[in-house]
């Protein structure tokens, strides 16, 4: 990957972090005390994401990281 490929990337897994995130606050916000299972199976599936996106996310800057370290920027 050149770094523009690297860029797109990191620019559309913030985005998509960014999403997750507001998707997980909604969810939160109306769950209430007593959420359903849907609800609970839907957080976790949100939180599963979130946690993902920003493992993805993580890899990507290393890459950045060592084209920077390498020179070839």
């Known amino acids: 990957m050149d770094r523009a490929e690297i860029e797109a990337k990191e620019k559309s897994l913030i985005d998509k ?6 998707a997980l606050d909604a969810l ?3 769950m209430g005390k007593s959420p359903s ?14 946690n993902d996106t920003q493992k993805e ?5 290393r890459g950045l990281s060592d ?7």
């Not at 996310?57 to 800057?61: D, H, K």
């Open 17 to 22: 972090s960014q999403k997750v995130q507001k």
């Open 28 to 30: 939160n916000d109306s």
């Open 37 to 50: 299972m849907s609800d609970v199976k839907a957080h976790e599936a949100l939180v599963q994401a979130r």
């Open 57 to 61: 996310l993580l890899q990507v800057e």
């Open 67 to 73: 084209l920077t370290a390498k020179g070839t920027m």
